[in-house]
Nanobody, 125 residues
């Protein structure tokens, strides 16, 4: 069974930065895509970024393009999300997930998935 641990969230002022980390365990993930998702109170879960197995292909939601950067370390089964120029509207619980491709990973936002605890990101104005 896939296990996931997200970390790195916290409280930051508008314009600040945070770096989220997510480590998967349970099997080898080096050939799978990984993605970061978020869900704010009263809103649907959305995929904010995804990355393919090699790191050569990425997806970003329009709302975070130019501010967030996704990366991965395959030997560590870990995916990162560097978040810069944070805005109050980035406030949410952030989760990560993995699937076979960038396309299917993005679709996990509305699919069935065993989500972890997530990490809270709060951006104050």
């Amino acid at each position: 069974q896939v296990q996931v641990v997200e970390s790195g969230g916290g409280l930051v002022q508008s314009g600040g930065s945070l770096r989220l980390s997510c480590t998967f365990s349970g099997r080898t993930f080096s050939s799978w895509a990984m993605g970061w998702f978020r869900q704010a109170p009263g809103k649907e879960r959305e995929c904010v970024a995804a990355i393919n197995w090699s790191g050569g292909r990425t997806y970003y939601a329009d709302s975070v393009k130019g501010r967030f950067t996704i990366s991965r370390d395959n030997p560590k089964n870990t995916v990162y999300l560097q978040m810069n120029s944070l805005k109050p509207e980035d406030t949410a619980v952030y989760y990560c997930a993995t699937d076979s491709s960038v396309e299917t990973t993005v679709q996990l936002a509305t699919g069935v998935y065993h989500w972890g605890q997530g990490t809270q990101v709060t951006v104050s104005s």
